[in-house]
């Protein structure tokens, strides 16, 4: 079993999505070892996303990501990483099959109703990010 970091993103949640994309998390055999909603202010927005600072769209990346509630979740399974990217789908939502969550939920590169980590090196460091230690069940 391994854990993978996991957003609900602002689009998603003001659309009311964030039920419909639990219940896939549900459904598609994870178990949700943390989970809470909160709303980013620009510094843990610019901190989380800060391998990006340099890219065009690093500005816009960042408005959005503070422009309401997020539902950040620790998910765990067996390749939780690779199992939580699949059942997203690819970055932009244009492009993704119907059927994953951004190409149900998600509009556009930009506001593309979640996120996962890369890799499990980088799900260790954006767990902690988020969450700490007493946060898990
Ligand atoms: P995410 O998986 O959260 O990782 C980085 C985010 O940057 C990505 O999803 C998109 O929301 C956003 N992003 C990546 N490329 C672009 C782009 N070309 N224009 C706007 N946003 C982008």
Same mark, same amino acid.
């Given at each position: 079993?391994?854990?993978?970091?996991?957003?609900?993103?602002?689009?998603? /949640?003001?659309?009311?999505?964030?039920? $419909?994309?639990?219940? +896939?998390? $549900?459904?598609? @055999?994870?178990?949700?070892?943390?989970?809470?909603?909160?709303?980013?202010? +620009?510094?843990?927005?610019?901190?989380?996303?800060?391998?990006?600072?340099?890219?065009? %769209?690093? @500005?816009?990346? /960042?408005?959005?990501?503070?422009?309401?509630?997020?539902?950040?979740?620790?998910?765990?399974? =067996?390749?939780?990483?690779?199992?939580? +990217?699949?059942?997203?789908?690819?970055?932009?939502?244009?492009?993704?099959?119907?059927?994953?969550? +951004?190409?149900?939920?998600?509009?556009?590169? @930009?506001?593309?109703?979640?996120?996962?980590?890369?890799?499990?090196?980088?799900?260790?460091?954006?767990?902690?990010?988020?969450?700490?230690?007493? =946060? %898990?069940?």
């Amino acid at each position: 079993m391994s854990m993978t970091f996991a957003m609900i993103k602002p689009d998603a /949640v003001r659309a009311g999505n964030a039920g $419909n994309i639990i219940q +896939r998390i $549900n459904d598609s @055999g994870f178990t949700i070892r943390a989970m809470k909603l909160i709303h980013m202010t +620009r510094p843990i927005a610019e901190g989380f996303y800060a391998v990006h600072k340099d890219r065009p %769209f690093f @500005g816009e990346l /960042v408005e959005f990501m503070t422009s309401g509630p997020t539902v950040v979740l620790a998910l765990e399974k =067996e390749n939780a990483q690779q199992a939580w +990217r699949d059942l997203m789908g690819p970055t932009d939502s244009t492009k993704a099959p119907k059927g994953t969550i +951004r190409g149900d939920f998600g509009t556009s590169m @930009g506001e593309n109703a979640s996120h996962g980590s890369d890799s499990d090196e980088n799900a260790k460091i954006e767990l902690s990010y988020f969450f700490n230690a007493t =946060e %898990f069940c």
